[in-house]
């Protein structure tokens, strides 16, 4: 959308020339298409960018990956794409002190590639490739193995951003425990480029354990799914021992997993016991490191494919059953199909659902509806582009709209940060 | 409004058991866990609810008055240090225990509940809550919150942030916001809870308080292992958790707390130039064979004694000796004055030297007692209020250490907060573009800077205006506005 | 009194961080939930972990502002020169504000100026700047010098000395209202002379004959009388017949010990069995007993900060005492005790009975204390019965006696001990404070009585006769005034003369 004159030759003064090129169809951000692709190799180069950016009036939209290019409500506009691409270093890492330093465009799977090395790993586990440590920052993505280590949010513990007006700032530090000022790190997790572009982030790393096992169990009544999960919750294989507990539901059938980590006796004695609690559920499975690993390479994928519509579902753990009901009843309803996937042991639950726009649409706004008013929240993370016109992605009851613009405005007062995306149409 | 008219207008919300306006009694709350600042605060009140809580900061902001939170006073960093002409608002009066839900892990409390009591009311249920300060058995949850405390066993399981799962605000205009997913994950939106835990008081109230509460770990296993110095206990450390273990907790003293902890309660711990404290927990295979590692590095690194706990009374005694290493220093000195800085585990060693070399330099004894896992200091330096110019003495090399951790890639806090203690060596950790970045998210929640100003921030920013270039708004540059 | 700073292992004394102490007190109804909690946050036992959530989630009543007895009293500088409290022990307070949830009046009331951690900034502000007014009395006033905060206090801080010092300033230094003031006096009248206690003994029991306290509660008349006197009327125990004990009585068996008891002022009017049973136990131990004719050992008088008189009276009782060749000064009254180990200290500036009142503070013992160091004898013969032990302040943070008076119970075939949750948390009897203080103490006593009912104990033990009337009468306005109580003596008693259970639960 070529709306201004954008100084082209002033870009490529700063990051060179090879550096800013035209920005192709597949660079269109749910159907908005930017003028330039640019990408800085120093947080100095993107300082300069964001500042022209800011002089010209531009919208910027921050990109790693690209995988999660989707989430959020179309942007308003867009006219510089900011790629991260070059920046993929790993700046330090103290394996003594379980510590990471990173640019952040370096690829997740290049940095646990790394970490490997020295037996360490960053506690997240996304199913989607090819996504940037800046991307899972600010999609706040997370996999299975959240239920042990938490999410991004409880594991960054140092940033670098640079605001719109080219402003570079870092908040936190190298170590762990700190305190000091305020907790930007966590501020910008989850805040999808729109109060800054993610420069750098710290982490603090776990061991990799030693090996695993995986115990799964197949049910054929979805209510039945929420009773192994408090069964197993509430055992003495919790929090701190499991390492995820996971759930799938398609064509009805229903499978619950759980995962164990750790040294050989300690996961053999978990996985017997989990075997014992879920023994009288359903026919169980149990599976060693490696079939483990194939195993949930597929089990942790999202339920949907390019053309559905994808939901993410928060609630309380203990209404697992009652979610489900929602998503099921609705979609039987409308006749969508649905499948459905989640981090049971935290209460996130994802539906795929797929069939006629109008009926999918519905189907939103009817759980929407029963979901809402219980507190949790009802987002759409993949859609085509004509139901995005029809609904808000975004849909909490929540009272916090009113100070999350004023954040916003403050960091970002210019609307440059992809305008429009955001919670409330920020 | 005029002092005599606030009065009324708090009385009438509180009721007169509610407004404290004497001035002796106005004076007991001149400072807080930290005693080398005192402010008298112009009115103390004591809300009960959160009605209360609500009407007293929108008279605040009405009146443009400001206002400092404060929970039991035990903060050490001076975060609930009043300010002059303002009011303190005191929250211990809302102790209440809203809701305890074991199937989703969770408690609402009111933010005047006592660390300890959250244990104590799910302990039958076989849950307890993991955050734990030594100060736990007084210092209450909002104050915990406002710290982002942490505690013993901070190093596995996180600090008051990776606990807290939502939040009932009061803001400083005095609307109420709930910030967190409370008992549902991930609420979309900006992650505010995440900023709002460890803000210090400055950016709200929180009036109640979502807490996630774990099952009891199966096993837990505690030894005490005795060094010829901090050194050789510290390259202890670095093998424990270099084997890959990341244990409950890992504590380390050194001879001259050693030395007061004996004489003021006496746990009997061996004499030695440094013990460490090791404490795993966890499912009962796994706690074996880590406890076997963990001997075995302590073997390995010379250690002149190590005593197993036999039963659940020696861990506690072990404990106890750790968690009344400050007050017990009043047994060998006549005062002391308490640092907390961090630096990475790696630079343990380098630190502690050159607090030791401060030390020597500075004439002053310095007891280290501190969470060897995290590289939380805690150097404890000690001095006499009385001896002429020794206490200024003991603040400089106080100030020394703090730079000696940054020097090494450390923070200039753990735990305990910038307060306004820390105030002025926020410059040598952060420029001024990160603090006034900092500061944005401030002026978010309090434009009119009535929450707890003049604190953690040397420089207040104003709010009103930004500094820069100019950027249009998004309204005019779509064509629908001119500016004016 | 036991001394706070060194000699933690004293002999006879108990040490109360001993190991040994929590075990004694680990047969407890707490779940291996609580337990698991309280050790991991390193406290002994569930009960050192401050007070419990319910009591605390349900009494939010708190009476600041309510019933000022302001005089205007107004002196500076606050205090003269006559023991005023000690500037180094204030200054072993480090704020650290530990003592604050131990504090009675802190867990009722929610604020600083009535914690352990106020009263001694106000003590430390007197000291320097501020007058001594209103303001300052009224918090030192509502301190009960239950002295939890002593037990509570990782910096050894000495408050009992310290709340000590200060009341006596405010005896000499604040006018109190006249009505206050005579109350006051008129307490002082009674309680400290049992000939004078015994005069009014009669005509109560008249009044307890002819239930004439129901009839004026049912008439409504009750509630016109000032507060404070229904308070007393409220804390009036039924009163039995007095039983008189001998002056010597000799020991059964081989004489092991020859000591004197104190016989007490309320002990001896309202609970004279008590004096009797313990006259007996003494003598099953094998000691030979005197009891002197005696008065008053002054330890309410101590506690008011009734300087002149609690001396005399310390003087009085030494004398008593001093010359009857005694190996040991026994007492089974918590408060008494524990003022008489405090003479060495309290006679410290008086040439003529200083090192007296140190020799013969040495013999004091308190009967559990004593009957655990000369170690049992006798035979006990069972009782079966769960008993829930209350420990009085006086007992166990003033001597720091937790273990024995267990043992003692413990020692007896059948019996059971039951742990009251909020242990170290004050009845609210703390002297006269009940009669001075009525609404506070009131909720106290409330709390005390739900916290002992909780434990379904089928009756109640505890050292202190003060105590006994708190609960007492707490229990009472709960309609639970059957409860039975019994001194750990007359509990023993029993055992050692084989009286059957039903005959304590009669009482």
Redesign the interface.
Known sequence: MQTQNIPTEELQGIVGEEHVREAAAEDAVDGVEPSFVVEPGTVEETSEVMKLATREGLAVSPRGGGTKMGLGNPPREVDIILSTARMDGIIEHVPGDQIVRVQTGLRLRDLQENLAESDQMLGVDPPEEGATVGGIVAANSSGPRRLRYGTVRDLIIGIKVVLADGTVAKAGGKVVKNVAGYDLSKLFTGSLGTLGVIAEANFRLHPIRETARTVFVEVDDHEKIADVVQELTHSSLSQFVLDALEMRWEGGRGVIAALFEGIEPAVEAQSSAATEVLRSHGEMSVLGEDDGKAFWEHFARRPWEAGDVGLKIGAPPSELTAVLASVLGAAERTGARVSLSGHAGTGVTFAGLSGGEAGLVEVVEEVREIRLPRGGSVVVQEAPLTVKERLDVWGTGGDYLGLTRRVKEKFDPGYTMNPGRFLGGI | MDREQLIETMQEILGPEGVIHKHEELRTYECDGLMNYRVIPDLVVLPESAEQVQQIVKTCYDEGIPFVARGSGTGLSGGALPIESGVLIVLTRLRRILEVDIPNGRVVVEPGVINVWVSQEVADEGYYYAPDPASQIVSSIGGNLAENSGGVHCLKYGFTTNHVMGAEVVLPDGSVVHIGGGKAPDAPGYELLGAFVGSEGTLGIATKITLRILRQPEDVRTLLAAFKDTEEAGGAVSGIIGGGIVPAAIEMMDALTIEAVEKQISPGFPEAGAILIVELDGPEAEVEHQFEHVIRVCEENDASEIRVAEDDEERALFWKGRKAAFGAMGSISSDYYVQDGVVPRTELGAVLKKISDLSEEYGLRVANVFHAGDGNLHPLVLYDNDAPGEAEKAEELAGEIVFACLEHGGSLTGEHGIGRDKMKYMPQMFTTDDMDVMQLLRCAFDPHRICNPGKIFPTPRLCGERPGPFHMHPVQKAGLAENF | MTERGGG??GSGGDDR?S?TD??ER?DTEG?T????????????SPED??Q??RA??DS?Q?????DRAESGSYTFPAFDDHHPPEKELI??C?????C??TCPTYVLF????DSP??RI??MN?GLTE?PM?D??VR?WDLCLGCMACVTA????VQYDKLIEATRGQVERRYERRADDKAFREMIFQFFPYPNRLRAVAAPMRLYQRFGIGDKLRRAGVMQRVPARMRAMEALLPDLPKEEKIPDLTGPVGERRRRVGVLTGCVQRVFFSPVNAATVRVLAAEGCEVVAPKQGCCGALSTHAGREEESLDFARKTIDTFEDLDLDNVVVNAAGCGSTMKEYGYLLRDDPEYAERAKAFSAKVRDVSEFLQELGPVAERNPLPVTAAYHDACHLAHAQGIRRQPRQTLKQIPGMEVKEIREAEVCCGSAGIYNMVEPEPAAELGERKANNILNTGAQMIVTSNPGCMLQIQSSLKKMGHGGLPMAHPMEVLDASLRGVPVETLLDK
């Open positions: 933690r292992n961080y190991a929590s075990t680990r779940t939930g609580e337990e698991a909690m309280a050790e991991a946050i390193g406290a002994g972990v401050g419990s959530t605390a989630s939010i708190q009476t600041v502002g309510a200054d072993d480090v704020h650290c504000g530990f604050l949830p929610g604020e600083e100026m951690r106020g900034y106000l502000k501020e007014n303001e300052m918090h206090c990782p910096s050894g």
